[in-house]
C-alpha cells in the first residue's frame, strides 16, 4: 500500500474539522494535523503506530501529527465520528509529550463533543474560532490526563525523514535504489528492511514496484505513443521482461491487456504534486460542518 501525505484544507478560519462517515476505508497516508476517530456503529481496523488496531462501537483512537494510519471498516454500516484538528492548538500546552497508546482506554464524550463542535461550525455565531477551539482543547486536555503519555522525543526525527524517504521515492522512482534509501535514511541494511516493512506492510523492492506500475498505467493513458522499451526504461525498469513480470505481478495483467477502467485500488498513488485525497470512492461522508444531516429514512 503506497503512502502519501494528506494536506487538510480546513473550509472556515477555525482549523477544525468533524465529520462522520460510513463504510470508512482509506489509503495509507499521514498529515500533521491531529485526528481523533470515535466508532460510532460497527467496528473498524485501523494501522497505526505500525500496528493494525480493531476498534469496536464506543472505542475511540487518537493519531498524532506525522503517524502513518490507513483504515478498513469491518461491516458495510460501520459508522465513525472523525474530528480533525491543527496540532498547533496543542503545542503550547501538550506538545512536550504524546500518548503512549493510540487506543484510549478511558471514556470521554467525544460523540457530545462532536455534535457541538459541527453544530459551532454550522452556525458560525461570533467568536465561533474560539469556541471550536475550546470544547477540542478541553476534551483533548482530558484525554492526556487521563491515558498514559510518554515524552515526545526526537524519534520524530526519525519519522520525519521517514516521510521525506517517501516523498523522494514518489518524485524519484524511476531510478531510487535500495542502497540509495538505506543511505538516505542513516541506517544498517537489515534495520532499514524490517522498518520499511514495519512502516508500511510492504518490503521496499514491492512498494518501489507499486510506484512504479501505477507511473506505467499513468504513461499508458497519457496519449503519449511509446514504445514497450520507452515506456520501461521510463518507469526505471532495465528489461521489457522485468516490466511485463512486474506489471502482470501488481495488476494481474499484462500491460497491453489492462482493462481501460483498471485502478490499482488500494495501492492507488496520487502525485505529490496534486492534493491527496486518502478515502476510497466507497466510503459515504454522512454528515460534515458544510452540510445538514441526511434526512431519517421513513
Known amino acids: 500500500m503506497i503512502a502519501q501525505r494528506e494536506i487538510w484544507n480546513y473550509p472556515t478560519s477555525v482549523k477544525v474539522w468533524v465529520g462522520k462517515y460510513k463504510h470508512s476505508h482509506n489509503l495509507l497516508h499521514w498529515h500533521y494535523d491531529c485526528e481523533l476517530l470515535y466508532v460510532e456503529k460497527g467496528s473498524i481496523d485501523v494501522f497505526c503506530e505500525r500496528h493494525i488496531h480493531t476498534l469496536s462501537q464506543g472505542q475511540a483512537l487518537y493519531i498524532d501529527r506525522g503517524q502513518m494510519h490507513y483504515m478498513t471498516a469491518r461491516e458495510q454500516d460501520t459508522t465513525l465520528i472523525v474530528i480533525v484538528f491543527d496540532y498547533e492548538i496543542l503545542k503550547p500546552y501538550m506538545g512536550d509529550v504524546r500518548l503512549t497508546f493510540p487506543c484510549l482506554k478511558g471514556s470521554y464524550p467525544i460523540p ?4 457541538d463542535v459541527r453544530n459551532i461550525l454550522l452556525r458560525k455565531q461570533r467568536y465561533y474560532n474560539v469556541e471550536a477551539t475550546a470544547r477540542i482543547m478541553l476534551l483533548m486536555s482530558s484525554i492526556f490526563r487521563g491515558e498514559e503519555v510518554v515524552a515526545r522525543k526526537e524519534e520524530d526525527d526519525t519519522s520525519k525523514r521517514f516521510m521525506q524517504l517517501l516523498d523522494q521515492l514518489t518524485e524519484k522512482y524511476e531510478r531510487f535504489s535500495y542502497s540509495d534509501a538505506v543511505s538516505f535514511m542513516g541506517m544498517s541494511e537489515g ?3 524490517r522498518y520499511f516493512r514495519s ?6 523492492s514491492r512498494y518501489l514496484n507499486y510506484l512504479r506500475i501505477e507511473r506505467a498505467i499513468k504513461l499508458m493513458r497519457s496519449g503519449e505513443n511509446l514504445s514497450m522499451t520507452e515506456l520501461a526504461d521510463r518507469c526505471g525498469f532495465d528489461t521489457i521482461r522485468n516490466f511485463n513480470r512486474v506489471f502482470r505481478s501488481v495488476t494481474g495483467f499484462a500491460p497491453r491487456e489492462l482493462p481501460a477502467d483498471y485502478l490499482l485500488d488500494d495501492n492507488f498513488v496520487y502525485p505529490t504534486s496534486a492534493p491527496f485525497n486518502p478515502t476510497l470512492y466507497d466510503c459515504e461522508l454522512l454528515e460534515s460542518p458544510e452540510s445538514l444531516p441526511p434526512s431519517p429514512q421513513m
Not at 457530545?112 to 455534535?115: A, H, I, K, R, S
Open 112 to 115: 457530545e463533543v462532536y455534535t
Open 191 to 193: 534495520y532499514f528492511s
Open 199 to 204: 512502516a508500511t506492510g510492504l518490503t521496499f
